[in-house]
């Protein structure tokens, strides 16, 4: 079966930095997306990674292994309004995205 | 960017009638629409695929006479929720491709469905 693990919620201070993992199982790959949620609204894109490595951009990263299965959002000097689900996908050979469950970061002052 | 545009963000209604959701593709040919559905402190799950001139493909478990999808236009996909049950109620998010760039994903505002 297709899976996508992520952790449920994870609590970070403002300024700090937070990783937030997601691992996958998938049927075929066509890359793995990070969208941010914030309640009562759609995803916002926030990167895609199909190559293994690391991609930059602004205060937030993302990582990828395509052989673990494997991937990292990494945010930066944390600001309060980052405070929302954070939603891995990944797209399957169908281009269709499977989703994980989302990852509640909460910021604390 | 692709922009689409998901009507109406927030609708009540009363049990037993039905609310017809609409999501268009404004600067773009969609040819692929996806449905989704998302209940509180949930992710998304893809309801069905709707590709413009066919039947929708339903994810098992979604009713599809409950659900009517129509992808009547390239830019145009609705998704009709018949006769409506308070078990219904939740977000539903529409996002369309774009046929040559089919690894990226656009999507709509969101409809939150509240039936009483």
């Known amino acids: 079966g297709q899976n996508i693990d992520q952790p449920t919620e994870m609590t970070a201070t403002e300024g700090a930095i937070v990783q937030i993992n997601c691992t996958y199982q998938t049927s075929g790959f066509n890359g793995l997306f990070w969208y941010q949620q914030h309640a009562g609204e759609a995803p916002t894109f926030l990167s895609y990674n199909v190559l293994d490595g690391l991609e930059e951009k602004g205060r937030f990263s993302s990582f990828l292994s395509r052989s673990k299965g494997y991937s990292y959002l990494l945010l930066k000097e944390l600001q309060m309004k980052d405070s929302a689900s954070y939603l891995c996908a990944v797209m399957d050979s169908n281009y269709q995205l499977i989703w994980g469950a989302g990852t509640k970061l909460i910021i604390k002052p | 960017g692709a922009v689409v545009s998901q009507h109406p963000s927030r609708v009540i209604c009363k049990s037993g009638t039905s609310v017809k959701i609409e999501c268009r593709s404004l600067?773009?040919?969609?040819?692929?629409m996806f449905w989704y559905r998302q209940f509180p402190k949930q992710s998304l799950m893809l309801m069905a695929t709707s590709n413009e001139g066919s039947k929708a493909t339903y994810e098992q478990g979604v009713e599809k006479d409950k659900f009517l999808i129509n992808h009547a236009s390239l830019t145009l996909s609705t998704l009709t929720v018949t006769s409506a049950h308070p078990e219904d109620s939740s977000f539903y998010i529409c996002?369309?491709?774009?046929?040559?760039?089919?690894?990226?994903?656009?999507f709509g505002q969101g409809t939150r469905l509240t039936v009483v």
């Open positions: 996002s369309a491709s774009i046929p040559t760039r089919p690894t990226e994903a656009f």
């Open positions: 600067d773009f040919q969609a040819t692929t």
